[in-house]
Each structure stands twice: as C-alpha cells, then as structure tokens.
C-alpha cells in the first residue's frame, strides 16, 4: 500500500512562492497535485510521468513548476508569483499498480495553501 505525505503549504502574501512535497513509499509511476479551493470543484494543477513529461492547468501555466526525484519517490511544486485565487487545498496524487497491473491511485491527505492579498 502506497501512502503519501505531503508538506510546504502554509499563508504567503500574493506574489510570493511557496514549494510544495510529497513523499511517497512504495513503487509510484506518474504523479500530480490537484487543488480544490472554497466553492470550487478540484481542479488538476500539474502532472508528471515517471518519464518527466509534465501537464499543468491552465491558471498556473508560467507560474508553477513540478519535478521529481525518482530516486525518493517524490514529487515537488515550487510555485511563484503567487495570486490569492490560488488559495486551495493542495493534493498530491500517486499512480501505482495492482499485483495485476491495473492502475490504482493514492492520494494525500492535503496541504493548505493560503495566499492573502
């Protein structure tokens, strides 16, 4: 069972940057954050393949940039020039297979984000 734990969210004024982590134990292969924000549906934030191919939404395009260290299975998002519209709840998302190998996802618990105007 794969678990995930995420940390870096916190309050920023706009325009700061704040970098998020999230570990996980187990075999993982692609990976992304999601955020859900009051009164909003969870929207995808940024992906990455175990390859490095990288997918962002369109609101953090320019801004945010994801990574990973294959090596410690974990994921980043540093994101800068922070607006106050990206004040969410961060999810970090894990791809793994079954004994099958079927797809099967993991997610954390959630890192507050917080940025004020």
């Known amino acids: 069972q794969v678990q995930l734990v995420e940390s870096g969210g916190g309050l920023v004024q706009a325009g700061g940057s704040l970098r998020l982590s999230c570990a996980a134990s187990?075999?993982?292969?692609?990976m992304g954050w999601y955020r859900q924000a009051p009164g909003k549906q969870r929207e995808l934030v940024a992906s990455?393949?175990?390859?490095?191919?990288?997918n962002y939404g369109d609101s953090v395009k320019g801004r945010f940039t994801i990574s990973r260290d294959n090596a410690k299975n974990t994921v980043y998002l540093q994101m800068n020039s922070l607006k106050p519209e990206d004040t969410a709840v961060y999810y970090c998302?894990?791809?793994?297979?079954?004994?099958?190998?079927?797809?099967?996802?993991?997610w954390g618990q959630g890192t507050q984000v917080t940025v004020s105007s």
């Open positions: 187990g075999s993982i292969f692609s």
């Open positions: 998302r894990a791809e793994g297979r079954t004994m099958y190998l079927s797809t099967i996802y993991y």
């Open positions: 990455i393949t175990n390859g490095g191919s990288t």
